[in-house]
């Protein structure tokens, strides 16, 4: 399960803790997930990063944006 950790994957239902809601599709599989504040909620279709597992479920952040200034 470890192998995981550190890929990205897309928000195929809105995760939502508090509703106890949100898949997320990575390597070809659907997942479980939720995000890493509790209150959080992350829309259907957004880029993900798999922060931790636990138990079934993964716990992911939405990806960060690369950075740079473009000139």
């Known amino acids: 399960m470890d192998r995981v950790v550190g890929m990205e994957g897309v928000v195929t239902e809105e995760i939502s803790n508090l509703a106890g809601t949100g898949k ?4 070809g599989n659907m997942w479980t997930a939720r995000t890493e504040n509790e209150g959080g909620t992350i829309p259907v279709d957004a880029v ?3 922060l931790r597992v636990e138990g079934v479920k993964l716990i992911v952040k939405v990806k960060e944006k690369e950075g740079g200034n473009e000139t």
């Open 24 to 27: 997320v599709s990575l390597g």
């Open 48 to 50: 993900v990063t798999v």
